[in-house]
């Protein structure tokens, strides 16, 4: 949608192909929780909470640039919906409805003469001046001069995000990489005692990492395992290490404020009860305090106040997998980033453009989902603008645009 809204802005005939009932309808799950708009944080801290195999040096540096946080805020204010701040960064519409903004930005979209077409799933692309689109259901085929592809990842099956389009694009010779859930619990099998004593509670102000990567927040102690935004931020490194054969391990800094001095110190002399006198001097919450007392490590001869310390800084929590992709709020997987020019323009088709989930790039929760939807959607109809308005003049271009032996566009900087 912002694909088709950016490229009709520059005056092309635009027709978006939707294949499910009615279009928005991911963005329609992303309101339940009161539509996350964006992140209030600084745009360098901003583009690094973007990562994929393989992503381009700087990409979303510049992607931010062009369309920022504040762009994406001032867009929607645009549409009479007014946003807010909340204490944690996270942007939301002042309403926290998704509804409202959705049916305004249909709006604007049929207003700028974009034809909707619901109930047309694509089947295949047949490359040419102009390509021809084919889909199902009998649906008529199309012509177009250029192609936005934003097919989605693979988690929300039922809005239509079902990850089944790298069909479409296989006969061009495009590799995508598998799918896999990110931002999603984890499972793992508690010590019954977990469960007795810690099922459904949070731990709160609690730091986690996997391989490389960190991070503050909160997690869930749930029946099949955790669930939380601290989690779904080291969902990369925890798949990392399943990858390597290391096994997911998170591990949890039960008092990341406090260091281990500090609380070594808070035990003093203590030799009896440890567990209990570290819940209460350590002010541990009962899910901590579960944790604590039934995965930490037992040395030989027992804990002393160091290694319980120690524990508490660095306790081990050994996952299995990641719940079903289904299940997950986002999916990595996808377009590889080889396949893309600068522009995200596919380097072997040119004309055809792609944006969204459908790319190889994930991001935590907090408003970076959809602000990388919406640059992404930017780029890709400010691309295909260009492209269409060039003309014959694009004929160099197309002819150093062809692939090398290695599948890399030779001269991606001509479009710009």
Known sequence: MRAAETAASAGLSVSLFEGMPSVGRKFLVAGRGGLNLTHAENPTA?????????????????ALQESSPEAFREWAAGLGIETFAASTGRVYPVGMKAAPLLRRWVERLRRLGVRIAVRHRLLRIVPGEPMRLEFDAGAAPVSAAAVILACGGASWPETGSTGSWPSVVAPLGVQCSPWEPANCGWETLWPDAVLREAEGLPLKNIAVSAG?????GELLITRY???GGALYAVGAGL???QSAGIGPVLWVDLKPDVSLESLIAKLGPVRRNLLREASTRWRLCPAASALLSHLAPVPEGGHTPETLAQAAKALPVRLARPRPIAEAISSAGGLAWAELDSHLMLNRCPGVFAAGEMIDWEAPTGGYLLQGCFATGTLAGKSAARWVQEGPDRADAVSR???????RSAAPEKLA
Do not use: C, I
């Open 46 to 62: 901003f583009a690094e909470r973007y990562s994929g195999p393989g992503q381009p040096a700087g990409f979303w540096e510049t």
């Open 212 to 216: 490389k990567q960190g991070a503050r």
């Open 225 to 227: 395992g955790l669930e």
């Open 239 to 241: 798949r990392g290490n």
């Open 401 to 407: 645009l062809r692939p090398d032996a290695a599948g």
